[in-house]
């Protein structure tokens, strides 16, 4: 018996209008290997199916998190919302406008930061505010690049490269590289899944404290419940694939500003995280159990 | 605790109690010093006690010549008579033209090459073949083609040192994170800004230790090849055996070894220059 969903939705988020970001339809197809050389070597493998049937609606100013097991097409699904992976079927639509590539109105914050480490702190900032806003003056991109550093809290190590930061200081950059374009969606794949438990902990308060100030589009994959709780309005829980599908989408009704004590004493913070470690435990066991068979 | 305490000294492991003559370089400086001096000890003897071939000359012979031609570099009586300066300079001077003309070819070649995996397919077979040949096999061709001693060092210096920076070059560019490629997607860079901003830094360490081995083969190659030229350091080893002057040939090879050593530490330096913590 499962606990009854609180707040959940069908798989299928029905269509919306006001929706910033509607994902319909869509799946994502892996082509295997064909062909007359592969076929002698050997080599032929079938097409994978990532995900099938993804829909989701996204109103402006939410923060959506994604939670599912290892491997059932998190990033996947979200590559082809930052326009990295072409979409195979069905489609995503951004303010109305189908997207067809990469472009500087989604801002991605990388799992292991991607800073580039020849450039400065500040470097990675100006690279990324001057090749989406090559017309901007020089002063003007200057007082953009000092604010973003003062809102992730980097003043001082401006002028220091990536290899001289921490983990967390790193990952600093990485949001505020991505804030620095004003994109209108952020993406953020596992962004502290590279980081140990306290500074994970310092940097979830941190885009707790930054959301509440800017307010953005979040759509961010974690593995972490704890964090989905602290961080989103509406959880997106995964099957396991391949063909991952939309499990049910958990709406959090946690008032704002929040911080991780108060939640916990909200009546449904455990009902809601006992919801989702019953998902995550059914999915990643039936995982396990596949892979046990094979 | 109250601030009044008085640090615990003692509770501090101290970095370094060994006495001095513990300390690993120290050590290796002795090491060093130690296994020099028996060597020229052992060679002085030997050449005395006439354990070699004859005409072998003895350690101090040897200093007192190398003593000589490093503080006489630079006196020119003709070209089988000239300072051992002058000849390092035209050693360097055609090594330099040679290496930068190879350079300015293979580094704009290895990147349009990297940066297309039709290209580099295409350009492989070339690659593979031309990279083993032995650069001296290039000297009779190029005395033929060009019909002129000077131009054919600069030919093979050119020819034999462009490979390793092109295939570095080019397994660089090839090679480059795809998640800075990503970023620079992401934000919608175009082709050539990415190309400059992010596709030759991300590569450069890959480039600059292709230019440092290319160095030190152009290095190689130059005095094997000026054997069979006319000036040079090669040459003054050539003329140097055609003097039987042992001693002589012995003070161009440690001069050689030198400056090799020299050239390879500079690049040495520029390579952790450009790698920003990458590769270490
Ligand atoms: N380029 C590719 N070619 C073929 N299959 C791929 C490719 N990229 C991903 N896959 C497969 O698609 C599935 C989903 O991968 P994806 O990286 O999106 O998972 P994920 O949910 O992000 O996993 P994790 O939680 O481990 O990051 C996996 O089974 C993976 O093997
Ligand atoms: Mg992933």
New binding site residues.
Partial sequence: MRTAPVNSYLSADAPSDTAQLSIRNVSKV?PGKRGLINKISGKTSRD?V?TQDINLEIEPNTFVSII?P????????LNMIAGLSSISGGEILLNGQPITGPGPDRGMVFQNYALMPWMTVEENLRFAIETVQPKLSVKQRDRIIKEHIQLVGLVGAEKKHPHELSGGMRQRVGIARALVIDPQILLM??PFGALDALTRGFLQDEVERIWEQKRKTVIM?T?SIEEALLLSDRIVMMTR??AARIDEILEVPFPRPRNRETIEQHPLYHELKAEMESHLYRETRAVEEARIRK | MTLSQPTPVDLIPSVSKDPWWQNENIKAAGLFALSLGLFLLFWEIGARAGWFVKGVPTATETIKELWWWVTNPFYNNGPNDLGIGWNLLISLRRVAIGYILASLVAVPVGILIGMSPVAYKAFNPYVQLLKPVSPLAWLPLGLYLLRDSEKTGIFIIFISSIWPTLINTTFGVANVNQDYLDVANTLGSSRLRTIWKVIIPAALPNIVSGLRISMGIAWLVIVAAEMLLGTGLGYFIWNEWNNLSIANILVAIFIIGLVGLLLDNLFAALEKFVAFGRNS
Avoid: V, W
């Avoid at chain 1, 290892?70 to 699904?77: A, D, E, I």
């Fill in positions: 892996f994978f990532a599912g290892s491997g059932c097409g998190k990033s996947t699904l794949d596992e994959i593995h694939g391949p």
